[in-house]
């Protein structure tokens, strides 16, 4: 699920796990050098058990992406079904976009 096609502020995608899943990070990868202005700049991560009550689990500023290159950010620790990123600006781009994200749960032990 997500916002418009050509939409950067305060556009959205939202991930339905199926069922709830324990996260605390998100690695995000951006796509190729042509569309790396349109990764977002200003975004930040929300969780929700049944996508009508939302936390904010994560907020980041971002500019120094590199192409197909990954970044794992550490989110606040959440049970959660839904998981949305809202993007608030890109990096120049008239669209935000991504080429993979993944969520997990990173143990310490």
Not at 1 to 28: C, E, R
Not at 70 to 80: D, I, N, Y
């Amino acid at each position: 699920m997500g916002t418009l096609a050509n939409a950067h502020s305060n556009s959205w995608i939202q991930i339905d796990f199926g069922n709830i899943k324990k996260i605390n990070m998100i690695q995000l990868t951006p796509r190729n050098t042509q569309y790396i202005n349109q990764t977002p700049k200003n975004f930040y991560v929300q969780t929700s058990k049944d996508s009508q009550n939302w936390i904010t689990v994560g907020e980041f500023d971002i500019s120094d992406w590199v192409e197909f290159n990954p970044k794992m950010l550490q989110l606040k620790f959440s049970e959660a079904r839904y998981c949305k990123i809202v993007h608030r600006t890109t990096n120049g781009g008239l669209s935000a976009c991504w080429a993979e994200i993944l969520y997990g749960l990173r143990e310490v032990k």
